[in-house]
């Protein structure tokens, strides 16, 4: 059974830092290209971040890009978001998925798994 399973997600102030992991199982993550998305209230999901599988190349959305890294260690099936400087507009629920390829990754419908979710809150 595929699952991806975020968690890391907290309540931080702003200027700090959280990362995210997003561990997989039920299928080879070294196949996979594994996006980041986000949810706020009121607001449509939008793409952070993705990794692709083997050409360890990374996208950002102009929103993160300098704040936020993502990697992955596929001995341990595991994706991580590391997530500097946050600022209270950095609130949502965070997102994993995987895809065959970072092509389109910034549209929902480009990826064939999902996560639930772990909630990024940004205040003081």
């Known amino acids: 059974q595929v699952r991806l399973a975020e968690t890391g997600g907290d309540l931080v102030q702003p200027g700090g830092s959280l990362r995210l992991s997003c561990a997989a199982s039920?299928?080879?993550?070294?196949?996979?290209?594994i996006a980041w998305f986000r949810q706020a209230p009121g607001r449509e999901r939008e793409g952070v971040s993705c990794?692709?599988?083997?050409?360890?190349?990374?996208y950002y959305s102009d929103y993160v890009k300098g704040r936020f890294t993502a990697s992955r260690d596929n001995a341990k099936s595991t994706v991580y978001l590391q997530m500097n400087s946050l600022k209270p507009e950095d609130t949502a629920v965070y997102y994993c998925?995987?895809?065959?390829?970072?092509?389109?990754?910034?549209?929902?419908?480009?990826?064939?798994?999902w996560g639930k979710g772990t909630l990024v809150t940004v205040s003081s």
């Open positions: 998925a995987a895809a065959e390829s970072c092509t389109n990754w910034g549209s929902s419908s480009a990826m064939n798994y």
């Open positions: 990794s692709s599988s083997f050409a360890d190349t990374s």
């Open positions: 039920g299928f080879t993550l070294d196949y996979y290209a």
